[in-house]
């Protein structure tokens, strides 16, 4: 079992930024690939971002790819998502997945998710 607590979200301005974080506990976390994904109302939830298990390898949605940056640190059990150049549309609920060691972007294959955390991006 992996528990998933995020939290940094908040209320923000257009072109402001926010750090969201994820903390972990239980399973060795060094061992899972963590997921960022992001659910606005009304839409179904979508990959935000992603690292492997060893923090060398990232990805990202092309609609955040060089605003949004992932980040892990094994030795405090957490994974963190810096978001910049932030925009109305990025407004959602982030939530943060874990799953054994490779990433992907299909959420279906994440076996751990937190509660989320709300984003809202006003203009």
């Known amino acids: 079992q992996v528990r998933l607590v995020e939290s940094g979200g908040g209320l923000v301005q257009a072109g402001g930024s926010l750090r969201l974080s994820c903390a972990a506990s239980?399973?060795?976390?060094?061992?899972?690939?963590m997921g960022w994904f992001r659910q606005a109302p009304g839409k179904e939830r979508e990959f935000v971002s992603a690292i492997n298990w060893s923090g060398s390898s990232t990805y990202y949605a092309d609609s955040v790819k060089g605003r949004f940056t992932i980040s892990r640190d094994n030795t405090k059990n957490a994974v963190y998502l810096q978001m910049t150049s932030l925009k109305p549309e990025d407004t959602a609920v982030y939530y943060c997945?874990?799953?054994?060691?490779?990433?992907?972007?299909?959420?279906?294959?994440?076996?751990?998710w937190g509660q989320g955390t709300q984003v809202t991006v006003s203009s």
């Open positions: 239980g399973r060795t976390f060094s061992n899972v690939a």
């Open positions: 997945a874990a799953r054994p060691r490779t990433t992907t972007p299909e959420a279906v294959h994440y076996d751990y």
